[in-house]
């Protein structure tokens, strides 16, 4: 195997409005440190080092909706930082399209040993934001 061999190329997000869409995925990605990759019509993609995220509003879509308790993606993890960072996330993520989930067990919901925050926008998909585990 070669020198990227297992590491994630690209991840395609579809959704059945991009401008709804791009309003919550581009502020957190931007805050995650990516920046805008591609941008055409139904389509837009964001950056950071040799991964990108598209989100796109495809024409084949067969359901009008995101269900992550279905089979399939259920969410996304990303590394946040610390956990000053995370909580930075979570107190900007509401004004941006995201909804804190499990706020009753926020922010260890994921265990004890594990300070994340789990976020929710408008379509229906999870994203995970955990802490450098050395922070934790």
Known sequence: ?????GEIHHIEIWVAD???????????LTQLGYSVHQDWPGVRSWRLGATYIVVEESPDLTAGEHDRCRPGLNHLAFHAG????????VARSVSNGWALM??????????ED????????????????????EDT
């Open 82 to 89: 610390t956990r000053g960072n995370v909580d930075r996330l």
């Open 1 to 5: 195997m070669g020198g990227r061999a």
């Open 102 to 111: 499990f706020a009753d067990r926020h922010p260890f919901a994921g265990g």
């Open 18 to 28: 991009l401008a709804s869409a791009t309003r919550s995925w581009e502020w957190l």
């Open 114 to 133: 594990h300070y994340a925050a789990y976020l929710e926008n408008s379509d229906g998909f999870e994203v995970e934001l955990c802490a450098d585990a």
